[in-house]
């Protein structure tokens, strides 16, 4: 992959533009491609971004609709929710000779609908950034740590080169060899974030600042670990629980993505993280039972239809 690749940013959220500013900062040729919405076929915006130490980052970010950007050569970072990787992987298919894969969605299985379908370099990213919309192309992005970027299926492992294309000062990328073990550590974590705080409408810091939800936390954790332990990936549970609360303390004030889901009447990724490892733990042999991930899954599956249901109440009685 040349120095001079571009990047197409698959997303136009507050992962997806909050990244775009930074690399557009850095001297990066990049575009947002939108999956949906009523924007224009192609538009310029200021986007700016506001650190976690309060630095406010503008920039001048371009997008457009990705059903018009027709062949697309060089790196392609999916930001999107998973729930649109089936329709994604289909549009992406089409130029994959051409283009780098890099899946930017924390979550168990969310590479699969891609493997298989031809693209130059197929990874996956363990997201370490907290990212929320404030308002009109404004946002607030942290990043928790730097976020690996690992190699998966069969094709040509390039995501040391990926890694450094998208690395800037203030949001860092590292190559990880052994990225599904990152996979998992992350995908536990946000099992417990996104059914713990939806659920108790509250923000990331709950966990530092609450015994008695930390120590739902550990219940969930110590669920979640036998399953990966299962497929031979060898984690921690205190490993895992240590990261928790770093999370917790670097990202309070933040919401969790779930919850600003759920508040905006969107579909959740649930289904990626406490459901996906359930389904994963009954597949074993024998089976493994994860009653409280999957009652805190369900429960905020039930959560976000209700918020919709009284979206389109309110629509109605208006």
Known sequence: MKETTRIFIVGGGAIGFSLA??????????TVLRVSGNAPEEATQTIAVRSGEGDILEQEVVSRPLSSQGEIDGLVVLATKANVNDYLAEVLSRSAHSTDLLVMQNGIGVERPFLGKGFSSLSRCVVYITAEKVGDGSYTARMVKPSPIGSVGAADDRSAEIAGRLSTETLAFYREDDIDREIWKKGIINTVFNSVCPLLDVDNGIFDRDDTVMGLAREIVMECVPVASRLGVA????????????????????LISTLQDIRANRDTEIAYFNL???????ETEPPIDLPLTRMLGLLTLKKAEIAKERAKIGEKAH
């Open 21 to 30: 500013a930074h690399l557009k900062a850095a001297g990066r040729d990049v």
């Open 235 to 254: 984690v921690s549970a205190e490993e895992i629980l240590d990261q928790i609360v770093m999370i917790s303390r670097r990202s309070k004030g933040q």
């Open 276 to 282: 996906e490892i359930c389904r994963v733990g009954g």
